[in-house]
């Protein structure tokens, strides 16, 4: 008998005030119906030296697949397991050559669990697969989806899951997923450096976000659920480059925002009460489901973030085309882009009620790949099955 334990978490898009966040104004975020799942169970045949480890297969992220096993020491090492086998404590995963750094999310995580709750597998190997419907550098959060999936089937699979508590169900499942919310942003930080909250919350919680102050507030609005939007991305990073370097983009294009700010400080200051100003009447639209003022709020925020430089050629393009074709609105969403990075991003669309099809084909032309996105949804969910035939 196998068991297996699956946990699924949403991407996002942020509407409003992405980088003025990271300076303390309002942001609005939303999941999208577009999933990463993570199923994680006992390895068949125990690895390549017959021994405990955590092979980890990652397919179908948008653009790449790729497969790799991880043991824990050095090669040649002698564990208690044998060769290749663990000690039993948390040594740093390293030389695992470039290919390995595409899964630096998921290598973090059990390297975080196994510090923060002594998760091991000397019982035997894992398992850990990933399916994504969330492409990579595109803005998305695939990496936050990573880090809560993959934090929250890994605690599942070793007993510190969601509801494992013994009193009140609900009040467990929720202090349980504010952990995995927790844990997953460290992890997030761990490789990037820096992140803000808003991706991994809305991973675990689904719904929508309001970031106020710097705090996290999840948010119902009437418009924003089921609301069809279109995403395009442009300019996907070789996968040679290694997830890390997706990372590395927002931190290189959150630094320029923040040494532009520095040599503008006056301009800044009204550049960032505009976007607060923007994202507070963006939810006042939305509360009245008045989609012409969302759209145009839209504009406004993309100018805005033109203005502080995040808007790179091929990404104006796309914004552009969409407002020419009769979009009510379209903005860069998440950090941007820069020239020198091959202008790698996504902008979200509001279409109007004609011209999608247009919208997309113009984009496509322009050499986007576009996602057809419904904003809403469910956060973390996570089920365990057993496959008695095997
Ligand atoms: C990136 O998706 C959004 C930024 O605002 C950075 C952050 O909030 O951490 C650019």
Redesign the pocket.
Known sequence: MKRRVRASAPAKV?LFG??F??FGKR?LATAVNRRLVVEVSEKDGNGRSGKGGYHIKIENIPTFGLEVDLFRGEKGEKGEEGEEGGRGEALPYKDYGEATKAIAYVKESIKYLEESYGINREGGGVEIEIKSEIPLSA?LGSSAATCVATVAALKEFFGWGVGGGEGDLEADLETDLEAVREDAHRVELAVQG???P??TAISTYGGSVLVEQGEVKRLRLAGLTGLNLLVGCVGCLPLSRGTSDFGLK?KK??EQVKARKETFKRIFDSLLEASEETTAEAVAALRERNFVRLGALMNINHGLLDAIGVVPRRLSELAKVSQELGALGAKVT??GGLDEMGGVGSVLVLPGAVGRGKIKTAMEIAGALVLDVKTGGEGLKIEEKFDYNS
């Open positions: 942020i992405e980088h966040v990271v942001a803005g820096a992140a803000s808003v991706d927002t294009i959150v998440g950090a």
